[in-house]
C-alpha cells in the first residue's frame, strides 16, 4: 500500500511537506505542490482517513445492523440512513443480525473492532448479545434502537407505533364486516416478541372478537413461513374470511398462496398488511397496506445519534403512526361465508395437517 512516504521521496520533498499538500496546499509554493499532485496521482496514493479519524479520538463511522437487508422496508432505512450520514460527513458500516441475538453478537464484535463511535440497530431476538451491548455502551458508543426495542434495555429507540397500527388495522376489518380474521403470527416470548402479535389479541377483544386458535400459530414472519401458513388456514373448515400479514415478507407469502389455491382477493378473502412494497400497488387488486414511514424513522435515528454524538439533548424515543393506504384487496365478506368454503379449496382437503412452528 502506497504511504505518504512513498509520495514524498517520488516529489523530493519532506513527508511533512507532503501532508501540507493535501491538508494546506494554499501554503505551499505553486511548483512544489504541483510536484507532490503529480506524485499522488502517478502512485494512485489514497489518504488513510480512518487512521486519521482515530488520531483525532473519533472514526466518524456509525455501525448499522439490521434484520435482513434483503426485505424493502430494512433496504429503504439503510439506504436513508446512508445518505443522512454521508451528508453529515459519517461514514456507515451495515450488517444484519437475520433477527438472532446470537448473530447479532458475533457481528457486534465486528463493529467494534472498526471502532465506531455509534450504534443504530434492529435488534435480534434473545439475550445472547445484551451484555455485549452493554459493554459497548459503557465504552462509549451510542446505541439507538430502530423497528424493535429488547424489552428492559436502556437505549433510546425510533418505533412505529405497532400497536396503534394493529388496532386500526383490526378496526378496519372488522367495520367491514369480518369476524373471522387470522393474522401471521402469534406472540412468543423467545421466538416472536413482537407488539404486533402481542396486540392482535388484545385488539379483536377490544371489538368484541377473541383470536381463532386454530388461526394461530408461532413463526418467523418470513415469506415462505406464511405462504405455509396461507395454504393450512385456508384448508381449514372455517377458513378465515380476512388475512393480516403483519409484514410485507408476510404478504408476499399469502398473496402466493391465495393465488395457488385460485382463491379471490377479496371476493373470498380479503387481505390486509403491514408495509407498502412497490408490488402491492402493481397486482390487481391493488394489497390495503400500514404504511411504516422508513425514511423518517432513518432520519430521526440519524439526527437522534449526531446529537448525542454532540453532546446535545435529544429525544429519547420517538414513535410514528403508521399510515393507512386503502386499496381493493379488502372488502365486505360474503353473506355466505359462515358456511361456505373458497372455491379452490376440495372437500379432501378440509382437513389441514397440524400447524406446526415455523
Known sequence: MTSITDVALLAGVSATTAKRAIKEPEKLHPDTLRRVQDAIAELHYEPDLR????????????????GSIIEPFFAQLARTLSVELRRNGYNMLLTENEYQSEQELAELKLLYGQRIDALILRPGYGNKSRDYLAR?????????QIDYCSPGTPYPSVMLDNPGAVREGVRYLHSLGHRRIAATGKFDQQMHPEARSYTFPEAMAEVGLSAYPEYEQV???????AYQYT???MRLPQPPTALFALTGASAAGCYRALQELNISVPGDVSLLTFDNYSWMGLVSPGITALEQPAADMARAAVQMT????SGEEYTHDVVFPAQLIVRGSCAAPRPDSVSMRPKGVQADEVRAEALTEG
Open 231 to 233: 395454504l393450512n388456514v
Open 136 to 144: 459497548l455502551h459503557e465504552r462509549g458508543v451510542f446505541i439507538a
Open 306 to 309: 449526531l446529537a448525542a454524538l
Open 219 to 225: 413463526m418467523f414472519l418470513t415469506e415462505d413461513n
Open 51 to 66: 487512521a486519521g479519524a482515530l488520531r483525532a479520538g473519533q472514526s466518524r463511522t456509525v455501525g448499522v445492523m439490521l
